[in-house]
């Protein structure tokens, strides 16, 4: 009889209002499978439930063997009572009464050999599986000792490690360089615009300014003639307009790379300056805090390794190592024996066959029954343990977790573990970059470890030190610099000046159309003349001349006093003609001038083109600068109030990377890792399938034996009650 006492045990406890306890609850049913709810875990009703389900699998083999085992005895007693043929036979047995029950028992027999076989094969393989599993178990004792007592040693490692801190810390102050980096940047396009406006000034503006005086100069010859032309201010002086505005903003523009030179220089130095005074305040707050926080832990385990270490030396391992081959070895041995002996036995009754020896049937018949009970007892044992095995590889991790979950919960503990999963897997899955730190607390260790808190004092120090990184009052100057520049101001376009100006010259030119009027020319006088001359000489010689030929014309030839007005004629021509030429070359001159200053008027509105095309690009670039100093002084600000933070995140990353180093080689967890893997290979999939075809084959075994029994009973009357003559082995 079982009694059943109901009992709380407190697991754990603290200061939650609902700690974790463990109840034996009421049984209500048979359960086929392992509680998977908190709740149920940790009810003993629910587990007596699932053990009544493993019971009842040990139970059947049982009940099978006595069903067996009864029913042969009453078989054996009613033969003996003449009920199933126990009576001496009428007639004598012949070799064909032979034939079924020799038959029955040969099928038997090659059942028993490849269940034997079956069964000796998956012993052999679990023999292998078993050592692989002591082997491992012992290796993974050895280096879990190993990796204990190094373990002892991690806090005075890592706060010597530490020490070398400040020396990794270039790269988050190189964050700051790179923040200030667009200075030089800004620089450059300072450097560059003031050289384009330098190279506008020295070319363009001269280029335009000749220009201008070459204007000056023919519209001075104009002038003296022509009434309207254009004055001397109605074209724009280039030079005195333009020059000091582009001078002025070139001055703003070295004054504004001055002082972005004097940002970089400053920034050069307040690194440098900052980074020893972190260097400092890392030397005497973090170093020294990262040790004690692991103190804790040392504590612990140093008590741990004291009480296991008695049990953990060489002798002791190898004395288990000695002890688990032997037994491993007696247990093989056994199986051998046992299923070899389930066909010697039968050995017997055929011996008793062939020599007509019932004595022979009659013993392989007792030791059938005897031996019956050997294998049920291997299947009750045996299926049984496959049920927990299996339930235990694919339930006990979710198990284990959830339980595990729920006490790190209820503790009261400055240093905060992952959740059971999360550290059941980090071990199940750890690398050889990984360590017992990285596996029980995170990836984030340091800071589950409350270091983090501990620096938080840090925090306004870093602010304080890296608030002389602020160089917005030197940027400020740099834009108002750029600002006063006023590039996008300067004027170079004159066109509407220079096309004025070339109106008004065509309207004082327009009389150039025409030589009357210049030098005293008159265009009918002129034709007159030639007219007058062609009428005389035509109706004297009958030639015609023009003013290209006239001089061929000879008053002399002719009689008086044709010849004095022949020569008045030609005389009258020729005075024409030399009044046209002057006329004609006062014209072209004035018309040369009256090209050239078109020329130069055109070349202006050209020149004014390009210096409004180059203004354009240089006022872009201005506006760049000033927007790149806006977005440095923002970027400025934002690191120097994301400083702090991202100071303390990078420390802790690096003084990771700094215990990382350590611990991956000083609590290294590979093994453990390694040892899960190898106990779910050779235990949860090796050992555990071969318990199962075990037993199923010891189970098989029985019962055939059982049905042996019964053919051996009715065999051995048989060879009793045999004809005189011998029995040849060889059935008919």
Same mark, same amino acid.
């Given at each position: ?115 034997? +076989? ?9 023999? #292998? !599986? &078993? ?5 491992? *178990? %012992? =290796? ?120 972005? +030179? ?9 690194? #440098? !300056? &900052? ?5 400092? *305040? %890392? =030397? ?449």
């Amino acid at each position: 009889m079982i009694i059943i006492t109901t009992t709380n045990v407190v697991l754990a406890q603290s200061n939650s209002s609902t700690p974790l306890t463990f109840t034996l609850g009421q049984v209500k049913t048979v359960r086929t499978t392992w509680p998977s709810t908190t709740q149920d875990i940790m009810d003993g009703g629910k587990w007596i439930e699932y053990g009544i389900y493993v019971a009842i699998m040990a139970v059947i083999p049982l009940i099978l063997g006595l069903f067996g085992y009864m029913a042969g005895i009453i078989f054996y007693l009613f033969r003996c009572c003449g009920v199933c043929g126990g009576r001496k036979p009428d007639i004598t047995y012949q070799r064909k009464h032979l034939v079924i029950p020799t038959t029955i028992l040969v099928l038997l027999y090659c059942g028993f050999i490849a269940l034997a +076989a079956v069964g000796i094969g998956f012993s052999a393989q679990g023999s #292998a !599986n &078993i050592r692989t599993t002591f082997t491992a *178990t %012992l =290796s993974f004792v050895s280096d879990a000792n190993s990796t204990v007592m190094k373990v002892t040693t991690i806090g005075d490692t890592i706060t010597s490690k530490l020490s070398t801190l400040p020396d990794k810390l270039d790269p988050l102050l190189n964050q700051a360089t790179q923040v200030v980096s667009p200075l030089g940047t800004i620089s450059s396009i300072i450097s560059s615009t003031t050289t384009q406006l330098q190279t506008f000034n020295s070319t363009n503006i001269i280029t335009m300014n000749a220009r201008v005086a070459s204007i000056n100069s023919n519209l001075n010859t104009l002038r003296a003639n022509f009434s309207g032309v254009p004055t001397t201010s109605d074209i724009p002086d280039i030079y005195s307009l333009v020059t000091p505005a582009v001078n002025s903003g070139v001055s703003a523009l070295q004054s504004a790379n001055a002082t972005i +030179a004097t940002a970089q220089s400053d920034v050069v130095k307040n690194i #440098a !300056n &900052i980074k020893q005074q972190i260097n400092s *305040t %890392l =030397s005497t707050q973090l170093t020294p805090a990262i040790g004690p926080a692991l103190d804790g832990i040392k504590v612990q385990v140093n008590q741990i390794q004291s009480q296991i270490a008695p049990y953990l030396n060489q002798q002791v391992l190898k004395d288990a190592s000695t002890y688990s081959s032997l037994a491993e070895n007696i247990r093989i041995a056994l199986s051998v024996i046992f299923f070899g002996w389930c066909c010697m036995i039968y050995v017997f009754a055929f011996l008793g066959v062939i020599f007509r020896k019932a004595c022979c049937v009659q013993t392989t018949t007792v030791l059938a029954f005897l031996s019956t009970w050997v294998f049920f007892l291997f299947a009750i044992i045996q299926i049984p343990a496959y049920i927990l095995i299996t339930d235990t590889c694919t339930q006990g991790p979710k198990t284990l977790s959830l339980v595990g979950d729920q006490l790190i919960g209820q503790l009261n503990m400055t240093i905060k573990f992952q959740n059971v999963s999360s550290i059941m897997n980090s071990i199940a899955t750890c690398g050889k970059n990984d360590s017992l730190l990285t596996a029980v607390l995170g990836k984030n260790y340091l800071t589950s470890l409350g270091i983090d808190s501990q620096l938080s004092s840090m925090t306004s120090t870093f602010q304080s030190q890296i608030s002389s990184f602020d160089i917005s009052s030197l940027t400020t100057t740099a834009k108002n610099s750029v600002k006063n520049a006023n590039i996008s101001s300067i004027k170079t376009d004159y066109s509407a000046d220079i096309m004025s100006a070339k109106t008004k010259l065509a309207n004082a030119t327009s009389s150039l159309g025409s030589l009357d009027g210049f030098s005293g020319f008159n265009q009918t006088l002129y034709n007159v003349a030639i007219d007058n001359l062609n009428a005389f000489t035509y109706s004297r010689t009958g030639k015609l001349y023009s003013y290209y030929n006239y001089t061929l014309f000879d008053p002399s030839t002719l009689p008086n006093p044709d010849n004095t007005q022949g020569q008045n004629l030609k005389d009258a021509v020729a005075y024409q003609n030399n009044t046209y030429t002057t006329a004609y070359n006062d014209v072209v001159k004035f018309n040369n001038s009256v090209n050239a200053i078109n020329a130069g008027m055109n070349g202006l509105l050209s020149d004014f083109s390009a210096a409004s095309s180059v203004m354009a690009s240089l006022s872009t670039l201005s506006s760049s600068i000033i927007t790149q100093i806006d977005l440095l002084a923002t970027n400025v600000q934002t690191f120097i109030a994301n400083f702090p933070n991202d100071a303390m995140t990078f420390i802790l990353s690096v003084a990771t990377d700094l215990v990382n180093s350590l611990t991956s080689d000083i609590a290294q967890c590979t093994f453990m890792s390694s040892f899960i893997q190898t106990m779910g290979t050779n235990v949860c999939q090796g050992i555990n399938l071969q318990l199962l075809i075990s037993g199923v084959v010891c189970l098989a075994i029985g019962l055939l034996m059982n049905v042996g029994c019964f053919t051996t009973l009715v065999l051995a009357k048989r060879v009793k009650y045999q004809s005189n003559h011998r029995v040849h082995p060889r059935v008919d």
